[in-house]
């Protein structure tokens, strides 16, 4: 059964940083895309940042280039979303998601709350 789960949300200063988590099982993260999304109130869910399965190519949204940082532990079958130099404007549910052959499957979410 393929499970993504996320953790490391919290309320952070503007400024701060934040390590975002998504624990997966079921699937090794190695072998597939894996990617970060976000979603704010009142607005549509967007890419933050994805890695491909190789492991050679990331991608990242110009809102959050050189702020943001994806990678994976493939050891722990984990991936992890270092966030630095938060803005206010980066509150969201944060989502991780890998796309298998079977589909594109998601995790619950993780509340980040950027606010002084």
Do not use: H
Request: proline share 3%.
């Amino acid at each position: 059964q393929v499970q993504l789960v996320e953790s490391g949300g919290d309320l952070v200063q503007p400024g701060g940083s934040l390590k975002l988590s998504c624990a997966c099982s079921g699937f090794t993260i190695g072998n597939y895309a894996m990617s970060w999304y976000r979603q704010a109130p009142g607005k549509e869910r967007e890419l933050v940042a994805a890695k491909s399965a190789a492991g050679y190519s990331t991608n990242y949204a110009d809102f959050v280039k050189g702020r943001f940082t994806i990678s994976r532990n493939n050891v722990k079958n984990t991936v992890y979303l270092q966030m630095n130099s938060l803005k206010p404007e980066d509150t969201a549910v944060y989502y991780c998601s890998a796309r298998l052959p079977s589909g594109l499957y998601w995790g619950q979410g993780t509340q980040v709350t950027v606010s002084s």
